[in-house]
């Protein structure tokens, strides 16, 4: 028996006709869809991160808790440390927490620089709606 050589040269495969639907081109790549995208994408994480920056990561208006004391069920005080540019004023934002952690009082006040200091310390009284477990400063951002 002889065998008779086949040369196959397509690499496709070859489907029945009018099983499998209508048989599209390969489309050409669209690159510069590919660059709008990412430019888009930096963009938007830029701007992200500039505000992320002007709420939380100005270094120069550093708050630290000292103590919180006088808890009652109506409120506690709060005394806390500032770090604030020489001359300039800070807008802090205070928070009261219960034992299970649910906000019970929320206070915003401003803090002015003492003469030939960096560091300002001040002590707020702060009114909550149930008997407070501990005090925060969230953030203290430059005064407008």
């Not at 209508?22 to 830029?46: F, K």
């Not at 120069?60 to 709060?78: C, E, K, P, R």
């Not at 206070?107 to 001040?122: N, Y």
């Amino acid at each position: 028996m002889t065998e008779t050589p086949t040369t196959t040269t397509s690499t496709a495969p070859v489907f029945p006709p009018g099983r499998y639907g209508r048989r599209r081109e390969p489309q050409r790549r669209r690159p510069w869809l590919v660059a709008g995208l990412a430019v888009v994408t930096l963009v938007i994480g830029t701007l992200v991160a500039v505000r992320l920056y002007k709420n939380y990561g100005d270094p120069a208006y550093d708050a630290q808790v000292v103590t919180f004391h006088d808890i009652s069920d109506d409120g506690l005080t709060l005394v806390f440390r500032v770090s604030i540019p020489e001359g300039g004023q800070a807008s802090c934002v205070l928070r009261a927490r219960s034992r299970d952690g649910a906000e019970v009082g929320h206070q915003e006040i401003l803090v002015s620089d003492q003469p030939g200091s960096g560091t300002t310390t001040a002590t707020q009284r702060l009114v909550t709606s149930a008997k407070p477990f501990v005090g925060e400063v969230l953030r203290c951002v430059p005064a407008k």
